[in-house]
């Protein structure tokens, strides 16, 4: 592989563009060509299988894994969530971000909604890391500390969010089971003795252990989707963990890391497929919910973050040196975005396609705090740190 072709795929995984163009055209497809969109992503293809539900019920399942390996490598010591106490404060800033949406969610829709939506709840609770990551860097600058702060809230976020979709959106089709899930625990007692046994390529984890997890999740009646959540976490891995987020260290050889490697840039443009399928709403469908889910995210997401994160410095968990309040309000914005798991969730919260279709449409909504978050950044005087040690305006 050429160096500019390296720099190019680099370029289209840094700024989340297959994700957008997935976004973009589905959006066209579906509101020019309706029937079109609709036989192509819902028409069967292989088996039972269409388009749509190979992409989530297969192609999620290494989403998650790599959302997993982020979660893993975190809390290795030297990583970003250990110690604790490094990460009391954006931890107890992601709980509000995650509480608020829910409180802002269902007090609207007590007020202007439906019993109907209730179900929606955990749509916007939800922020897409990737384009948190991408916007924090632009809006602050590439070294300044809301920049790990962000990423600190967003992989705790991550967990949470498959706590959620585990717990609470079991599959719509098939009633909880819960005796299956002695099939993913086998997986993972497999996964366990593989790495007992010290093997150090993945695919004996990801083939046996990972096919087991997907069975008992999909007969359970959870998700199957998170199947490699159970199994990522068994992958040898180094004792400590010596890079950040979205960086490679050369010296990781371990077989989590060759791992990553392997699939991120798989599941990165993965993701155009996830958005054609998942994105592909018709502007006709704008309902109450769609603005619930919106303004759930913008207002809950932003005020959970900015209260919990200004409670944490007054029990003392200070927020990282460098940063201030009007960073955390403006970090709250930028995590309020919910574009990749929120339209997940939409997708597994609801059965009826026009209420999914109007909740997806607040999920793609809150992109537009990208714009907010570039206008508070401006209007609060936002000091951009683009090199180490240097602050500009």
């Known amino acids: 592989m050429t160096d500019s072709t390296k720099k190019t795929i680099n370029f289209l995984q840094e700024f989340s563009v297959p994700l ?8 066209s497809w579906a509101n020019l060509a309706p029937d079109s969109y609709h036989h192509f992503v819902y028409n069967e293809i292989i088996g039972h299988f269409s388009l749509y539900a190979l992409i989530n019920d297969i192609f999620m399942v290494f989403f998650f894994a790599m959302a997993t390996v982020e979660i893993t490598q975190s809390l290795l010591p030297g990583g970003a969530l250990n110690p604790l106490k490094r990460a009391v404060n954006p931890i107890m800033a992601t709980f509000g971000g995650v509480i608020g949406p829910i409180v802002v969610y ?15 709840w955990g749509i916007p609770t939800a922020t897409d890391i990737a384009l948190a990551w991408l916007v924090a860097r632009l809006v602050f600058g590439a070294f300044h500390p809301a920049v790990s702060f962000l990423l600190l809230l967003a992989i705790a976020d991550d967990g949470i969010g498959l706590l959620i979709i585990a717990l609470f959106y079991p599959d719509p089709l098939n009633p909880i089971t819960p005796i299956w899930l002695l099939f993913t625990l086998a997986g993972m007692l497999i ?40 199994i990522v976490p068994f992958l040898p891995h180094p004792i400590n963990e010596n890079k950040d987020l979205f960086e490679d260290d050369p010296q990781d050889h371990s077989t989590l890391r060759e791992f990553e490697h392997d699939w991120k840039t798989f599941v990165d443009f993965g993701l155009l497929l996830f958005g054609l399928t ?5 502007f006709s469908e704008i309902s109450t919910i769609s603005w619930l889910v919106f303004f759930a995210l913008l207002i809950g997401k932003t005020a959970g973050i900015f209260t919990m994160g200004l409670f944490a410095t007054l029990i003392g968990f200070p927020l990282p040196k460098g ?22 969730v939409a997708g597994v919260a609801f059965t009826d396609p026009s209420l999914q279709g109007a909740a997806k449409m607040g999920a793609l909504f809150s992109v537009g705090s990208v714009f907010l978050s570039f206008t508070a950044g401006k209007l609060l005087g936002i000091k951009r740190k683009t090199t180490e040690g240097s602050l500009s305006e």
């Open 191 to 230: 996964a366990y003795f593989l790495r007992k046994k010290k093997v150090t390529s993945y695919w004996p984890y990801i083939i046996f252990g990972g096919t087991l997890s997907w069975m008992g999740l999909f007969m359970t009646g959870i998700h199957s989707s998170l199947a490699l959540v159970f």
């Open 323 to 344: 940063m201030n309040r009007k960073d955390l309000f403006v970090a709250g914005l930028v995590a309020s975005m919910g574009l990749t798991v929120a339209l997940f």
């Open 278 to 282: 998942n994105a592909g709403v018709q």
């Open 106 to 120: 269902l007090t609207l829709n007590y007020f202007f909604g439906s019993p109907e939506y209730f179900k929606g």
């Open 20 to 27: 957008i163009a997935g976004v973009i055209i589905a959006l």
